[in-house]
């Protein structure tokens, strides 16, 4: 299948400080990324859907300004949270396609916990 | 709103095939089943997708009803490492979307 990574795998940071996760498609140059997070216990929720070289678009009720994404290049999105607070806290997954429409791959996942 | 149903859980012997149902009775002409898992603390992983034919892969077969309204995915010879969560998804075709429902959470014991 096709391989993407995220980095770091997993991360805890103090509340009010930001985390910066990438993601990357190490086989296919992907047009499109897609952020998604994961709460304990619960199924996973897209935030937010990343085009090379334009700007992102969120999914309702996912603040931009929090959840940066930048989407530099064909093989590469971040994904930066700022000012985490606990109720960040999640597990969150990238995933890729050539195009929109295409089969999403997802990468292994980052959890992180604010303190 | 749910575009799928699937049974919450299901056990299964190791070695025989499980068979995973999905109802989607009110799918649309436009839209691909899609099936995923994840095994726990992974990200998903796609296991394979159709439309009306049916299909098989390394992993898995999918069997889609000649009315399209429900699926069955098979595993032919369920591992542990089976073990998952397993997602139906539709997703129209021009639609980038992909919604997580509960799944199927499968076990499958020595």
């Known amino acids: 299948g096709a391989v993407v990574s995220q980095h770091p795998s997993w991360v805890i940071c103090k509340s009010g400080t930001s985390v910066k996760i990438e993601c990357r498609s190490l086989?296919?140059?992907?047009?499109?990324m897609f952020w998604y997070r994961q709460f304990p216990k619960q199924s996973l929720m897209l935030m937010a859907t990343?085009?090379?070289?334009?700007?992102?678009?969120?999914e309702q009720g996912v603040e931009k300004d929090k959840f940066l994404i930048n989407h530099a290049s064909l093989t590469l999105s971040t994904l930066t949270v700022t000012s985490a607070h606990p109720e960040d806290s999640s597990f969150y997954i990238c995933?890729?396609?050539?195009?929109?429409?295409?089969?999403?791959?997802f990468g292994p996942g980052t959890r992180l916990t604010v303190l | 709103d749910a575009k799928t149903t699937q049974p919450p859980s299901m056990d299964c012997a190791e070695g025989r095939a499980a068979n995973l149902p999905c109802n989607h009775s009110?799918?649309?002409?436009?839209?691909?089943v899609y099936w995923y898992r994840q095994i726990h603390s992974q990200g998903p992983q796609y296991i394979i997708h159709?439309?009306?034919n049916n299909e098989t892969n390394e992993m898995a077969s999918l069997i889609i009803t000649e009315d399209r309204k429900s699926s069955t995915l098979i595993l032919p010879h369920a591992t542990l490492r089976d073990t998952a969560v397993y997602y139906c998804i539709v997703r129209v075709g021009s639609d980038y979307k992909l919604s997580f429902g509960a799944g199927t959470t499968v076990t499958v014991r020595a």
């Open positions: 159709g439309l009306k």
């Open positions: 990343s085009n090379e070289g334009s700007k992102a678009t969120y």
């Open positions: 009110t799918i649309s002409g436009n839209e691909y």
């Open positions: 995933s890729k396609a050539r195009g929109g429409t295409d089969t999403q791959y």
């Open positions: 086989d296919f140059q992907a047009t499109t």
